[in-house]
């Protein structure tokens, strides 16, 4: 009899430990997606900076060239220059 309660206990005890062991995992593999995920979102991020500031350089360059500043030579050769 005192071994069968005893064989209960240890049971629970090791149920619980495991329960607990899973949670742990999945917690962990949550944490993980969530970095990846928001890892991809920076670099979206980074690629909208740079091509915004591709564009506000582009925008100033073609003022430029309005008002006389620089030659077509000059604005075509910096704008291929900001492409790249």
Do not use: P
Not at 10 to 39: C, D, N
Not at 67 to 75: M, P
């Amino acid at each position: 009899m005192l071994s069968n309660i005893i064989y209960i206990v240890v049971f629970l005890i090791l149920a619980f430990v495991l329960s607990i062991a899973v949670k742990a995992i999945t917690r962990g593999v949550e944490a993980k997606q969530a970095i990846k995920e928001e890892e991809k979102l920076d670099v979206i991020d980074n690629t909208e900076n740079q091509n915004l500031q591709m564009i506000d350089q582009i925008k100033n360059l073609k003022e430029l060239y309005d008002k006389g500043v620089i030659d077509e030579n000059e604005f075509k050769k910096a704008k291929e220059k900001i492409l790249k």
